[in-house]
């Protein structure tokens, strides 16, 4: 037993506390506003835009806008003579439904799909001003749907347009490193359904004082898109969700989405940020908890009895320690044979005793 004896004291190490790296969340952004493709009325002589430019068509029914849910100006197009109405109308989407419970409506949720019937109202030159109503139809997960759009009207007749419209949602890794009082971060997202279309660059967010972990700001910041345009955002709160508390949500408010066209357009959208990170096992997500401490660098000594061999590990009590084993040095690939995490210092782990050759021991706290 000499031979193993010596090679088990030569094998005493002193292994460094391990940092947390960076972590990674999922995020998911969905634009408030969706976007409608021209359509035709049932007759085809008639063609309806939506927009919310001054000058030209972008296809935003825009969220909010009075008594309604969203609105839009109009223009129908006379096919046949080229003249064309230009109006306003005012129509609630359907943001009731909630099928997997994570607070989201499924309306702006790709992967849910949505069959329900709204209402509205519009006024339009020409055609007159009266109520609106809508279907709406989007299979799960495709970001297009169809909405049969009905303009009532006495004088000339209902028209009916069945136009194409789509949800804008992009999702990807939210890298972040959590702070005492704020979180940063950096963003990589990508459009669902056009994977060549990407939103990125940094985040940060402060925790609000007086319920840091639940609840935190965003700060203004500025993101690059696939054209590599800058496109800046405001402040805005982000609250933990009770019901899903992996989860925090909030609206983002862009300045101006789509630079390309002439008026900002496509502002409002919602955020949702889910960590399932919990370092510390407290239940509260590492976005918005206190960063652990770094364990102070602990010690190992190695004694033997007959049948094992006890090791001894000095360290700072409620951190994890693992211990790891090697049969030689310099070691290319440690094995993890014990797992614990300290309720006194030292502590002792026992292993069983080798008599065939030596081992090397170390431990690192996290």
């Given at each position: 037993m000499s031979k193993v004896r010596y090679s088990i004291l030569a094998a005493m190490f002193l292994a460094a506390g391990i940092a947390p790296a960076a972590e990674i969340a999922r995020a998911r952004m969905y634009c408030f506003s969706p976007?409608?493709?021209?359509?035709e009325d049932q007759s085809t002589f008639y063609t309806l835009d939506l927009t919310t430019l001054s000058f030209g068509v972008n296809g935003e029914l825009a969220f909010g806008?009075?008594?309604?849910?969203?609105?839009?100006?109009?223009?129908?197009?006379?096919?046949?003579?080229?003249?064309?109405y230009n109006g306003?109308?005012?129509?609630?989407?359907?943001?009731?439904?909630?099928?997997?419970?994570?607070?989201?409506?499924?309306?702006?949720?790709?992967?849910?799909?949505?069959?329900?019937?709204?209402?509205?109202?519009?006024?339009?030159?020409?055609?007159g001003a009266s109520s609106a109503s809508a279907s709406w139809f989007r299979s799960a997960g495709s970001q297009f749907g169809?909405?049969?759009l009905t303009l009532q009207n006495s004088s000339f007749g209902n028209l009916v347009f069945t136009a194409t419209f789509e949800l804008i949602e992009y999702v990807g890794p939210l890298a972040y490193n959590p702070g005492s009082n704020s979180v940063s971060g950096i963003v990589t997202l990508t459009q669902t359904g056009n994977p060549a279309n990407q939103m990125q660059g940094p985040v940060q967010f402060t925790k609000v004082s007086t319920n840091r972990f639940n609840k935190l700001i965003l700060q203004p910041g500025a993101w690059s898109n696939s054209a590599m345009q800058t496109i800046t955002f405001q402040n805005d709160l982000f609250v933990r969700v009770a019901n899903w508390p992996t989860n925090y949500g909030g609206y983002?408010?862009?300045?101006?989405?789509?630079?390309?066209?002439?008026?900002?357009?496509?502002?409002?959208?919602?955020?949702?940020i889910d960590d399932t990170n919990d370092f510390n096992h407290n239940a509260i997500p590492d976005f918005s908890d206190d960063p652990p401490s770094l364990p102070?660098?602990?010690?190992?000594?190695?004694?033997?009895?007959?049948?094992?061999?006890?090791?001894?590990?000095?360290?700072?009590?409620?951190?994890?320690?693992?211990?790891?084993?090697?049969?030689?040095?310099?070691?290319?690939n440690w094995q993890t044979v014990a797992s614990v995490t300290l309720t006194n210092d030292p502590q002792n782990v026992s292993l069983p005793v080798s008599a065939s050759r030596a081992k090397f021991w170390r431990v690192q706290a996290q």
């Open positions: 976007r409608f493709q021209q359509s806008g009075g008594a309604y849910s969203h609105s839009a100006y109009v223009i129908v197009t006379d096919q046949l003579f080229g003249e064309k306003v109308i005012g129509l609630n989407v359907p943001i009731g439904g909630d099928a997997n419970g994570n607070t989201y409506p499924d309306f702006f949720e790709v992967a849910q799909p949505v069959n329900a019937n709204t209402s509205g109202a519009y006024n339009i030159d020409v055609i169809i909405c049969v983002f408010d862009f300045n101006d989405w789509d630079p390309n066209t002439t008026d900002p357009d496509y502002l409002t959208w919602g955020m949702s102070r660098r602990p010690l190992l000594s190695v004694a033997i009895t007959s049948t094992n061999v006890l090791l001894t590990i000095h360290g700072d009590v409620g951190h994890p320690h693992q211990v790891q084993e090697s049969l030689v040095l310099p070691a290319t």
